[in-house]
C-alpha cells in the first residue's frame, strides 16, 4: 500500500526485505547502528519495559532490538505486508499494527519513547511526522531518529545507483536533521563510525 504521505511502496519489497541483514555488509552496518543506537538508549532497571512507539518498523528488525534492550514496543508501518512480516517474527514483547505516521492511532503521551529508523527519508513530511511521534510521547518522554546520511560514500552510491527505493529517498546531511529536530527540543547526535563520514546517523530529543 502507498499513499500520497509515502515516497516508496515497500510492500514490493516485504518478503526479501531483511535479506541485506544476512550480507557482509549488511551485517558490518547493522552492528554499527546498533552500536550507536545503544550508546543513545538508557538502560532500563529490571522489571521495567517503558513503552516504545517504533514509527516505520517495516519488517521489525528494530522493534525486536528495542525490545531486546528492555522496551515493550508498539511497531507500525503504512504497509501491510511488512506488517505480515513483522508480525511473524512472533517477537516477545512487541506488537504490530498497520498505521499511518503522518496520523498515528494513539493518544497523546502514552509512550516513554518513540523511534523512527531510517523511515524518516520516506515520509513525505518529516517534520509533520515527527510532531506527530513526539505528541504520542509523555512529557520528559525520548525521540530517537536514525538516519541514512547523504554524505557517506555507500549512500551517495545508492542514490547514484538508480535504484527505485534509494532515489525515492529524501537522506539527510547531519545539519539538516539536528535543525528538523531542533524544534521539538534538545537535539544529541552522533554517526556510525564504520567509517567517515558514517552512513548512519543517530540522534536523540527530548519532550519538554
Known sequence: MISSHSRF??????????????TVTGRMHDAAQKEAVASLLPAQPPGK??????????????????AERGFEVTGVDLSPEMISVAQGRHAPHCRFVAADAMRLPFPDG???FAS???????????????????????????????????LAVL???RISSGSGLYSAARMFVPAELRGLLSAF????????AEKKPGAFI???????
Request: hydrophobic residues 45%; aromatic residues 10%; glycine residues 10%.
Open 202 to 208: 543517530v540522534a536523540t530529543v527530548k519532550k519538554p
Open 110 to 112: 502514552e509512550f516513554e
Open 116 to 150: 523512527a529508523m531510517a523511515a524518516l527519508e520516506f515520509v513525505s513530511d518529516a517534520s509533520r511526522a515527527c510532531a506527530e511521534m513526539i505528541r504520542c510521547l509523555k512529557p520528559g518522554g525520548c525521540l530517537l531518529v536514525g538516519a541514512l546520511n547523504r
Open 49 to 66: 519495559r517503558p513503552a516504545l512507539l517504533d514509527v516505520g518498523c517495516g519488517t521489525g528488525h528494530w522493534s525486536v532490538f528495542f
Open 155 to 157: 549512500n551517495r552510491k
Open 9 to 22: 511502496d515497500f510492500g514490493t519489497l516485504a518478503s526479501g526485505y531483511d535479506a541485506w541483514y544476512e
Open 185 to 192: 527540543g534538545r537535539v544529541s547526535i552522533r554517526l556510525t
